[in-house]
């Protein structure tokens, strides 16, 4: 069985702070893969980043970074000095070989609000 | 361009007429699937499929039917739509064997049932 848990439901905070979503999985697997999506107010599902589990390298993009962390089963994204723009949920998924293909699995989310 | 294509993007329809939202993807893709989002639940999956002819449930499946006749496309079907399928609707492909991808969304199908 597969599980993601995005425990944060809404996040807010002030324009320039640093903010961290996090994300935890479940998975018997050695070989998943994990990925963030983000949907802005205007609803479409925008994809961020794909990691595969033999990859601990932490990632940064900007101001995303990313810290997979597999001792703890989490795969965390971090939003330095965020913006306004950033105002949008974000979505932690999971792939791995249960039932023998790598059907995703969404987390509930979190919703990040930035106020100026 | 790699894409997945929903219609309607929006419909607004009453109790009881059957309805059918389109779903298409040129890449290829094996599996499909169709997620509803609700205020506070986030994506819940109504019903997916690992290839052509093979359909299964997800988590909230009553209500809709879906059908896999081509690779390509999954629609989305409403016999009897009732007013708590009023939601927000995606339909997403991927990969799922040898080079695994992200899941690629539509861009969503907001419907409404009166």
């Known amino acids: 069985a597969q599980k993601v848990t995005q425990a944060q439901t809404e996040i807010s905070v002030v324009e320039k702070e640093d903010v961290t979503l996090d994300c935890v999985y479940e998975t018997r697997d050695t070989t998943y893969y994990l990925f963030w999506y983000k949907q802005p107010p205007s609803g479409e599902l925008v994809f961020l980043i794909r990691r595969n589990s033999f990859d601990e390298q932490n990632e940064i993009s900007g101001r995303y970074s990313w810290n997979f962390q597999k001792s703890t089963s989490s795969f965390n994204f971090t939003i330095t000095a965020s913006q306004v723009v950033d105002s949008a949920v974000y979505f932690c998924?999971?792939?791995?070989?249960?039932?023998?293909?790598?059907?995703?699995?969404f987390g509930r989310g979190t919703s990040l609000i930035v106020h100026p | 361009e790699a894409q997945v294509t929903q219609n309607p993007r929006y419909l607004i329809t009453v109790t009881g007429k059957k309805l059918t939202v389109t779903c298409s993807q040129n890449?290829?893709?094996?599996?499909m699937s169709w997620y509803r989002q609700d205020p506070g639940l986030g994506l819940r999956q109504i019903y997916y499929s690992m290839n052509v002819e093979v359909t299964d449930k997800g988590d909230v499946p009553e209500g809709y039917k879906v059908s896999r006749k081509e690779k390509r496309n999954f629609p989305l079907i409403l016999e009897s739509p009732s007013p708590n399928q009023t939601s927000l609707y995606f339909c997403?492909?991927?990969?799922?064997?040898?080079?695994?991808?992200?899941?690629?969304f539509g861009q969503g199908t907001r419907l409404t049932v009166v």
């Open positions: 890449m290829n893709h094996e599996y």
């Open positions: 998924a999971l792939s791995d070989s249960s039932g023998g293909s790598y059907i995703p699995t």
């Open positions: 997403a492909s991927s990969r799922i064997t040898g080079r695994i991808t992200e899941a690629f």
